[in-house]
């Protein structure tokens, strides 16, 4: 158990609904609908999530999980971040809530065994510890800093193998334009094929666009109460889904954050951010 841990030991969810996090139903529908199509298909291959706060989006995952697969999770969880910046995002959105002993009691209530946890920066996966060619799925929801998020990029491109899919979180948030950044750069210079857009996730591959989103069409949204729309972009084609029904109560409240910390984490650049965290913390040891 990690030095930081010494709460007392999580509650156990009934549902994977009781898990708080930031997974809403147009992108729980979208995982289930990709990953069954995979299964129906025979298609095999490894799954890999990068970033899990408390483990919702990795239970939907587990439920996929066939013979000879191996899902695999990284994430700092409650280690020291490896640099200022990553660690200032840290104490801003997790640090009191993230505990791998709270994403272990989650995901065991709904599997036998845990997956594959890596717990580290998800830079280290670049050692070659994912087989390239591997992965049919990667769901990439770590930091939101751009010299991190296009490291995660390349390890999704070279982890997925053929029609593979990733799903990369807060790529249109107002206060995480790093990912946004990186998300277009590896769609206008790295060849990731836009597929499908909601209002959380961007879903794309570097395989045959057509094949996973005549995955995605195969069932009828709007028949289910879901929005629907066509876009092209740069000449390709893309769909936007969003869901507009109740999301129910799990979206976790944010810690309070003084305006300053609001400020580093909506506007400042990181050289900032860095600024405004080491004066916090002065400021801490001086009372």
């Not at 049919?136 to 390349?154: K, M, N, P, Q």
Request: aromatic residues 8%.
């Amino acid at each position: 158990m990690s030095a930081l841990d010494t709460t007392a030991a999580p509650a156990v969810p009934a549902t994977p609904e009781d898990v708080p996090g930031w997974f809403f139903r147009a992108d729980r529908e979208v995982f289930t609908q990709l990953l069954s199509r995979q299964s129906a298909a025979g298609t095999t291959g490894d799954l890999l999530e990068m970033g899990a706060y408390l483990g919702r989006s990795a239970i939907l995952l587990g439920d996929h999980l066939r013979a000879g697969e191996t899902f695999t999770v990284c994430d700092l969880f409650d280690l020291d971040a490896p640099d200022d910046d990553n660690s200032a995002e840290m104490d801003m959105s997790y640090r009191q809530t993230l505990t791998r002993r709270a994403f272990e009691t989650n995901y065991r209530a709904f599997h036998p065994e845990l997956p594959v946890i890596v717990q580290a920066p998800t830079s280290v996966l670049a050692d070659g510890r994912i087989a390239p060619d591997s992965c049919r799925f990667v769901h990439v929801d770590a930091s939101h800093l751009y010299e991190h998020v296009t490291g995660d990029i390349l390890v999704a491109r070279d982890a997925l193998a053929g029609n593979g899919v990733v799903a990369l979180d807060d790529y249109r948030a107002p206060h995480t334009p790093g990912v946004a950044a990186a998300v277009w750069e590896a769609v206008f210079v790295l060849g990731l094929r836009p597929v499908l857009l909601t209002p959380e996730k961007f879903y794309g591959t570097w395989g045959d666009p057509d094949a996973v989103r005549a995955d995605l069409l195969a069932r009828d949204w709007r028949a289910e109460g879901f929005r629907l729309d066509e876009e092209h972009l740069a000449g390709q084609l893309c769909h936007r889904l969003a869901w507009d029904g109740p999301e129910g109560p799990r979206r976790p409240a944010a810690p309070p954050r003084s305006l300053p910390r609001r400020i580093a984490l909506d506007v400042l650049p990181p050289f900032a951010t860095r600024t405004v965290r080491r004066a916090l913390r002065a400021a801490r040891r001086a009372v």
